[in-house]
């Protein structure tokens, strides 16, 4: 048995929770998963894992040796590829995974001019609003767009939007521009759903966010779909800068209520755990970085970004 594939498996069946799920993941049999951390423990002369019908779960011992063998792991492969990959073009699969309308709109040209630049790199893509568990679905990386992270992620800041809240000049017309948060209870809204409650919407106010209650007359899980309702008319909407902007710009839509700046969304690059970043991971996150912060600056903005790690504390 080789020691360190071995400690492998150990860590992610400990990560996943599950030997088939680490089988199916890494295509093998699930009796070849099972021999191996037994194996383990026969060498070390004790019990890692306790095992019932219903769950997996590690002994005292087990989560001692668990944190041991990701310092150990992260050694081995830093030590394996960080001078070779300073030299060496980046190369292998990489995973991501980001959200729909930013995603088609701003990311899809970086990562296909990505994909030409470096030829010997697999992209696999997926487009999804849906916050995804990295370990569990085997993503190298999630870009994701939200005012605040969630205790334990560790994440690099690419850059920042802006929410606005808009509304068509014929809605306006009919309806009247409100001129307070409050007055959003007296018009018909549109609400996407994935932002967690589409019944209430913050604002600051005095200098602290307050919720106001919203009325939607449609709800959705994708802005660009609200974002074509509100330019035909059918209500108030609201959303990052990046869904906004074609419509403002073009006349269909018409930014109401700027005396009450939303909050600011930063846009991340997490992964998976505090753990070594293989290179064309890292090198990915570097190209996004320097594509973002050039157009963001060419279009008047500030560099937003953060050539520095973050681990999200609790608040």
Known sequence: MDRIDAMHLFVRVAELGSFSAVAQQLGVARSLVTRQVAALEARLGTKLMARSTRRLSLTSAGTTYLEKCRVILNLVEAAETGLADERLAPRGPIRISVPLSYGLKKLAPLLVDFSQRYPEVSLDMDFSDRRINLIEEGVDLSVRITSRLAAGDVARKLGSARMQVVASPDYLARHGRPQHPAELAHHLCLGYT??????????????????????????????????????????????????????????????????????????????????????????????????????????????????????????
Not at 209 to 224: I, K, T
């Open 194 to 315: 994935n932002a967690g409650s589409s019944q209430a919407w913050e604002f600051p106010v005095n200098g602290q966010f307050e919720a106001f209650p919203v009325h939607c007359r449609l709800s959705a899980n994708n802005g660009d779909v609200l974002m074509v309702a509100a330019a035909q008319g059918l209500g108030i909407t609201c959303h990052p800068d990046f869904i906004t902007e074609t419509a403002v710009q073009s006349g269909r839509v018409e930014v109401v209520l700027k005396d009450f700046a939303m909050p600011e969304l930063g846009i991340y690059a997490l992964l998976p755990g505090n753990r070594h970043i293989p290179h064309r991971v890292r090198v990915l996150m570097d190209f996004l970085v320097a594509q973002l912060s050039a157009a963001q600056v060419a279009g008047g903005s500030e560099n937003p970004s953060d050539a520095q790690l973050t681990v999200a504390r609790k608040r």
